[in-house]
């Protein structure tokens, strides 16, 4: 029971990475708030962790909407009384090289993965501050790294939570709040799934080109993420401040000959 007696929140917890997460901090004897903005998925994990005797809520919120970011983190502190993590989770992918991308995108993208570490982070910072204790877990990415083909807006929106991430931890350490992020490789989950779909015209021809990349030969699973999620949720990484995790099967530091 590694994280017994934490309250947490993570965001975009209805599928893939954050899904993997609420179940397995569950299992480890955290109470969660699953948040997404989908009704259906976020209700799904939620159940998943009801049937597993586990303590959880959901609340669905759009983590882009300063209203309804500063709702999920007031409910959130309502149910449980405190909250000592709150995982930065939901993202959206945005491909295309530079001049490829439509201006809407741009502002799509950078909208989820940037404000929507933003907002949750700034309406609960208040709260850690005056408990003077805390986690902050940023979803960035390897490619706030390592530059990849066809991902100018997607890179540019990990690199800023990589870069967000460090500021944070510099502001934060004297009120005894951690704030790392965690920069994983290509991990087979919906969100890569309908990429390799709707970008690329043979999907499998793609899906073997990102496995070529990977010194491990595989793309990664939800739940190795999951478990870096884990530590840094957990009271073992209380050393690790502003740093980045690197869970990505070789690909940020190996090179396939
Ligand atoms: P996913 O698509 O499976 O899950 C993302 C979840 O976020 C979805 O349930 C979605 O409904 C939710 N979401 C989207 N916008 C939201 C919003 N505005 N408010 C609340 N919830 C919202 O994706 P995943 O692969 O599990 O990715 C999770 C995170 O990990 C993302 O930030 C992603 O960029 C990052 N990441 C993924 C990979 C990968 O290869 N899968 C690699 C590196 C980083």
Request: hydrophobic share 40%; with cysteine; proline share 4%.
């Amino acid at each position: 029971m590694r994280l017994q007696n934490k309250k947490v929140i993570i965001t975009g917890a209805g599928s893939g990475i954050g899904k993997s997460s609420a179940i397995l901090f569950a299992s480890e004897g955290a109470s969660v708030i699953v948040n997404d903005i989908d009704l259906k998925k976020g209700s799904e994990t939620f159940a998943r962790i009801k049937e597993m005797g586990g303590e959880a809520h959901f609340i669905q919120a759009d983590v882009t909407i300063p209203e309804e970011a500063k709702l999920l983190i007031e409910n959130s502190i309502e149910k449980f009384g405190e909250i000592d993590t709150l995982f930065n989770n939901a993202g959206i992918s945005g491909v295309g090289a530079l001049d490829e991308v439509e201006v809407d995108d741009w502002d799509r993208v950078m909208n989820v993965n940037v404000k929507g570490v933003f907002l949750p982070s700034k309406y609960i910072l208040p709260y850690m501050m005056k408990r003077n204790k805390g986690s902050i877990i940023n979803m960035s990415s390897c490619v706030a790294e390592v530059g990849l083909a066809k991902r100018a807006v997607y890179s540019a929106s990990k690199g800023a939570v990589l870069a967000l991430t460090k500021a944070m931890q510099v502001d934060y350490a004297p009120y005894n709040i951690r704030v790392n992020a965690i920069l994983p490789g290509t991990i087979m989950t919906p969100f890569v799934e309908n990429y390799l779909k709707s970008s690329y015209a043979d999907p499998e021809e793609a899906l073997e080109g990102i496995r070529r990349r990977q010194l491990s030969g595989e793309l990664g699973r939800p739940k190795d993420v999951a478990k870096a999620a884990l530590f840094l949720a957990s009271d073992e990484s209380e050393f690790m401040m502003g740093s980045p995790l690197y869970i990505d099967g070789g690909v940020t530091f190996g090179k396939n000959a």
